[in-house]
Nanobody
Framework: QLVESGGGSVLPGGSLRLSCAAS????????VSWFRQCPGKEREGVSF????????YYDDSVKGRVAISLDRAKNTVYLDLGSLEPDDTAMYYC???????????????????WGQGTQVTV
């Protein structure tokens, strides 16, 4: 089970730290991504992390403003959002899978587990 937290309402230029905590599932060796979705739009990949391979990817729309990280001791993945813009307003979802195929990191159906989402409003 994945549980997101940390969303909220911020002014443009503000920042937020989103958290994704896992229970009965270890992020070690897994691939973890953050997606976001606006009403009426498809879910889109924001960032990808494969801790075991030292790989991180970011969508061009957030590159330079966002950082993904893993706290192994807490089994929690973070997404630090900075210089937030109104276009960043969306529901943000954490997702994970055991088969780490980098080429499909943006593919929603490739993931095994999803959280319930946390709302970010700018």
């Amino acid at each position: 089970q994945l549980v997101e937290s940390g969303g909220g309402s911020v002014l443009p230029g503000g920042s937020l730290r989103l958290s994704c905590a896992a229970s009965r599932y270890s992020f070690n060796g897994a691939c973890v991504s953050w997606f976001r979705q606006c009403p009426g739009k498809e879910r889109e990949g924001v960032s990808f992390l494969y801790f075991g391979g030292g790989l991180k990817y970011y969508d061009d729309s957030v590159k330079g403003r966002v950082a993904i990280s893993l706290d192994r001791a807490k089994n929690t993945v973070y997404l630090d959002l900075g210089s937030l813009e109104p276009d960043d307003t969306a529901m943000y979802y954490c997702t994970a899978r055991s088969r780490c195929t980098v080429s499909t990191w943006r593919t929603v159906s490739a993931y095994d587990f999803w959280g319930q989402g946390t709302q970010v409003t700018v």
